[in-house]
């Protein structure tokens, strides 16, 4: 299989790896698949029906930058009610959809334009950032 484009003459057949995972598909459980409903792990009707029960009447969407109140509420809490309790509380507290997420948020509170930052390179998104800046660099 070749492909057009950058990749033009490139060879995209799948590799033995890929070609023994597709020869024992549904004989194996895949762990990198953290989407429980291509796992057989569906939620039962009932529990999504009342988990969408309040949003029905008002049909809001209100989201807060720094995640969901009642998940920050939760958090607060639990480590409110650990032995060593923390001060941490729901105002305090940010949630991000991912580490990535995270770190470009601190990033860019910390750090301005031009500025020369040191992270340990086996972060996916510490690797994503260098190559993206070895790229422009080498585009110039």
Do not use: C, K
């Amino acid at each position: 299989m070749t492909a057009g484009g950058f990749l033009a003459g490139s060879d995209l057949s799948p590799n033995s790896l890929e070609q023994a995972r597709l020869r024992l598909e549904g004989r194996y459980v895949d762990l990198t698949s953290s989407n429980p409903t291509q796992n057989g792990h569906l939620f039962p009707a009932g529990v999504l029906t009342a988990a969408s029960a309040a949003y029905w009447p008002a049909r809001r969407y209100t989201p807060d930058p720094r995640g969901s109140l009642p998940a920050r509420d939760s958090i607060a809490a639990y480590y409110a009610s650990r032995t060593a309790a923390s001060g941490i509380s729901a105002a305090s507290t940010f949630l991000t959809a991912s580490t990535s997420e995270a770190y470009s948020l601190l990033f860019s509170l910390l750090a301005g334009p031009g500025d020369n930052l040191l992270a340990r390179g086996e972060l996916p998104f510490v690797r994503s950032a260098g190559r993206d800046a070895r790229d422009r660099a080498a585009a110039v």
